[in-house]
């Protein structure tokens, strides 16, 4: 079975699943509501990454991950286990209503940033600079990204806003595309037989071990996630074998691996040293069964001591964190009351943009720490922590439809014509892969401040990485080790070798 790439999704087979979960959310007692915004969402985000190129443009990706995680496994799940739609949630209608809204938006901005897009993306012009060299590149993003982890990891000590280890930053993200380079290197080089080599390795286990220490589900589960990406956009045939051992994992990590990281960030203090760091996880990590069992607990009382903070009526794990309908139902809920934030975070954002460089004074805005402030679920001396909402949600807490309907699409056209100009399609320049793997995180949960961060900041890292690794390094890689063998391109793709001879019959032998 080959890995799927998906340019559109079908629609018929869409709208049976749609009309599906309306069935089995009806028999569970959801609201007639409920379930008719559920379908329109559905329907409504299908269309959306139809239009936007599906996997092929980053826009497609954006809207995938916010429709996928952002909804509509948390309303899968929740059907599943047999529970109503709008149980636990203090405004459920308006809230999916205000989902409909934020994928109608994508949808007419997906539209209209297509039509604006350059017809060929900068990363697709110059992308035959980096395909001979994507092994060697793969490589050295290994190296400079593992330095620049581990001394960080070492130091302790984030950097500050505006100095050169923040500048330097850009480096953390240099594991992830070294694996997707490693990937698509080695899947070219072996003709479609092989996906994995020693840098592949080497950086998963990097990325994992950070999210072992440092108990990010999203690093934990990161080195999975960019290896089916760049092996999709190869269009790479799977064994049982692989299926296999996605499926061993995934269980491995949805029974311990999930609760340690919920667990474990409760011993998680950023002051704590490199060797602390290791200590706590390996008390942990020894201890895993314990670790699930306590962490079980903790969430079934904090469920049972609370209300309106929590999507199922017993702790999902996972599946807690892959919905962001119960932060968004908050927010909604306090819209709904009168609490009309304005946009003031959207200037502030715009203004943020300013790099310290020009303004050395630039005040520090975070507005997911004010609204948690206003739901009043933060200590009051507490301005470092705080809460994520989706684009939606933080729109609607704005300026209500008018944000939903009028700032959003606006703001989204601008985020999916840049990277969709300086993109394009992944398949062709491995790099942009990694665009899809920020998208995925960044559009359920990254809120206005996100969109707007990554319309810009975003583009300038984008445009940095793709010229370092395409102009920078591949000199400095031949000073080294010596140039490629000539008649070597890892671009073409050599077919695999059979284990016996085919037969070819001629015109010839079937002529008497």
């Not at 994508?106 to 900068?122: E, G, I, N, T």
């Not at 691996?257 to 290791?278: D, E, H, I, T, W």
């Not at 968004?328 to 009168?338: K, M, P, S």
């Amino acid at each position: 079975m080959r890995l799927p790439f998906p340019e559109r999704l079908p629609l018929w087979p869409v709208f049976f699943s749609s009309v599906a979960l309306c069935v089995i959310q009806q028999t569970e007692g959801t609201t007639l509501l409920f379930s008719l915004c559920s379908f329109a969402f559905i329907m409504i985000a299908t269309l959306a990454f139809n239009v936007a190129g599906g996997m092929t443009r980053p826009a497609g990706g954006f809207i995938f991950g916010y429709a996928v995680l952002a909804v509509i496994v948390g309303l899968v799940y929740k059907a599943l286990v047999g529970e109503r739609g709008q149980s636990n949630l203090l405004q459920p209608e308006r809230t999916l209503e205000v989902f409909v809204g934020g994928i109608f938006s994508m949808l007419v901005a997906a539209y209209v940033a297509r039509r604006l897009a350059l017809k060929q993306s900068l990363f697709e012009k110059f992308s035959h600079r980096l395909d001979p060299e994507l092994g060697r590149s793969a490589t050295s993003c290994l190296i400079l990204g593992g330095a620049f982890i581990s001394y960080t990891y070492y130091v302790a000590k984030p950097p500050a806003p505006g100095s050169l280890l923040s500048l330097l930053s850009i480096f953390a993200g240099f594991p992830a595309l070294a694996l997707v380079l490693g990937v698509t290197a080695q899947i070219r080089k072996s003709g479609g037989t092989r996906s994995i080599n020693l840098t592949v390795i080497l950086a998963g286990s990097i990325i994992f071990f950070t999210g072992l220490i440092g108990f990010s589900k999203e690093a934990l589960f990161t080195p999975v996630v960019c290896w089916l990406i760049a092996a999709a956009a190869q269009r790479y045939k799977v064994s049982i074998l692989h299926i296999g051992g996605l499926v061993l994992f995934a269980s491995f990590s949805l029974y311990y691996l999930v609760p340690y990281s919920q667990y474990g960030r409760n011993f998680n203090n950023p002051a704590n040293s490199f060797r602390q760091k290791v200590e706590t996880s390996a008390i942990l990590l020894s201890n895993l069964g314990l670790v699930r069992k306590l962490f079980y607990q903790t969430a079934t009382e904090v469920i049972s001591d609370s209300a309106g903070n929590h999507y199922y009526d017993k702790p999902a794990g996972l599946f807690d964190r892959l919905q962001m309908i119960t932060p968004d139902d908050a927010i909604v809920d306090l819209t709904e009351n009168g609490v009309v934030f304005g946009f003031l975070p959207t200037i502030v954002d715009i203004e943020n943009l300013v790099p310290h460089l020009l303004w050395r004074d630039k005040p520090a805005a975070n507005f997911g720490n004010i609204y948690a402030h206003e739901l009043g679920i933060l200590a009051e001396d507490d301005d470092s922590t705080g809460i994520s909402f989706s684009p939606s949600g933080d729109a609607y807490h704005q300026g209500k439809w008018i944000g939903v309907l009028v700032l959003l699409p606006a703001l989204l056209v601008v985020l999916f014509w840049t990277s969709n100009s300086i993109v394009g399609d992944p398949r062709k320049c491995p790099v942009g892969l990694v665009t899809l793997v920020i998208f995925s995180h960044l559009a359920p949960e990254g809120g206005i401040g996100g969109i707007i961060g990554s319309s810009w900041w975003g583009s300038v890292q984008y445009i940095a990485v793709f010229f370092f690794v395409t102009y920078l390094l591949p000199p400095t890689i031949n000073l080294l080790q010596g140039p490629l063998r000539h008649g070597i391109d890892q671009n073409v793709v050599i077919a695999p070798k059979h284990r016996r001879p085919l037969r070819v019959r001629t015109v010839e032998n079937t002529v008497e």
